[in-house]
């Protein structure tokens, strides 16, 4: 018998990809079950219903993108270093894990994306507060709110990420200038 965490697991990739592909309509729980190898009954018992599995794989994705980011940082470096690799341990994640990205895009701007959702407190946003605090207390970044910041360099990111990925014909002509984008981003908000 598997653990129940592996099966949870199971369904949350499984989820992951069907959304990706299908979109939040799209994807019944039976068809998240079907995906996942396990009968349709097996869901609730994880979950309640599809509007919590959505929840909770909200929970779930953010949590997988600050633990693989929040490992590869270097706390003891100076934060110009540290910014570079967040911005490339981001893009590469965004990149392998397409369907990561996808679910963010499609959960912000849908009716889950609460006003009290957006009140509390997540793990990925209290690191992300911290990484950019930490700049700019060091003074390396703009003495700005380290939420704007993030804002600023993440949105920056993800336009990378899409251009990259829906635009592949284009990239091979344009990558010596793609690969000057985190430096552009980097001198918009280091501190003067």
Do not use: C
């Not at 039976?30 to 009954?41: D, E, K, L, T």
């Not at 959960?107 to 690191?127: C, H, I």
């Amino acid at each position: 018998m598997e653990p129940i965490q592996d099966k949870k697991t199971m369904l949350f990739e499984s989820a992951l990809e069907l959304i990706r592909e299908h979109g939040f309509h799209g994807t019944p729980v039976s068809r998240v079950a079907r995906h996942a190898g396990v009968a349709s009954g097996t869901v609730y018992t994880y979950f309640k219903s599809k509007d919590e599995m959505i929840l909770e794989l909200y929970k779930y994705v953010k949590i997988k993108v600050m633990a693989e980011v929040s490992a590869k940082d270097s706390p003891e470096l100076p934060f110009q270093h540290r910014f570079f690799a967040f911005w490339d341990n981001l893009t590469s994640l965004y990149l392998t894990k397409p369907a990561f990205q996808s679910f963010m895009e499609q959960f912000v701007s849908s009716p889950y994306n609460t006003p009290e959702l957006q009140r509390s407190t997540d793990l990925w946003g209290a690191w992300l507060g911290k990484f950019f605090g930490e700049g700019v207390k060091e003074g390396a970044l703009r003495p700005l709110s380290p939420q704007i910041l993030a804002v600023m360099v993440i949105g920056n990111v993800i336009s990378l990420v899409r251009y990259l990925t829906y635009f592949k014909s284009q990239t091979q002509s344009m990558k010596g200038e793609l690969k000057q984008i985190p430096q552009m981003v980097w001198d918009g908000i280091k501190n003067q």
